[in-house]
Each structure stands twice: as C-alpha cells, then as structure tokens.
C-alpha cells in the first residue's frame, strides 16, 4: 500500500525492462508496467553499397 502512495505522489520512476520479445517501462517501486512494444529479431540489412565516382 505504501509503493502505491509514494508513487501516486511522486510519481512512477521507470527503468526500461525487456522480457520475451517486448521492451516495456516498469516502475522500480510498485512495479506497475507499460503496454510495451514488440520486438522482433530480424537482424539488420545492410544499406547499398554506393559507386565510387572517377
């Protein structure tokens, strides 16, 4: 009940949290969490290579 107070007064103090594929904020006090996002693991395409001018 306390954490519940000290937030409501406060404020939330959130970190940044990642757990089976989502990234969310969570408070460090009473725990409370965003919706988050997903994230996927597609890797990263690299840009195209650029022509060099003569």
Sequence with gaps: ??????????????SVRCD???????CVVCGRRSQGWTVHDQGHTPAPAQGTRA
């Design 1 to 14: 009940m306390w954490n519940w107070i000290s937030c409501y007064v406060t404020g939330h103090d959130y």
């Design 20 to 26: 089976e594929g989502a990234m969310f904020l969570r």
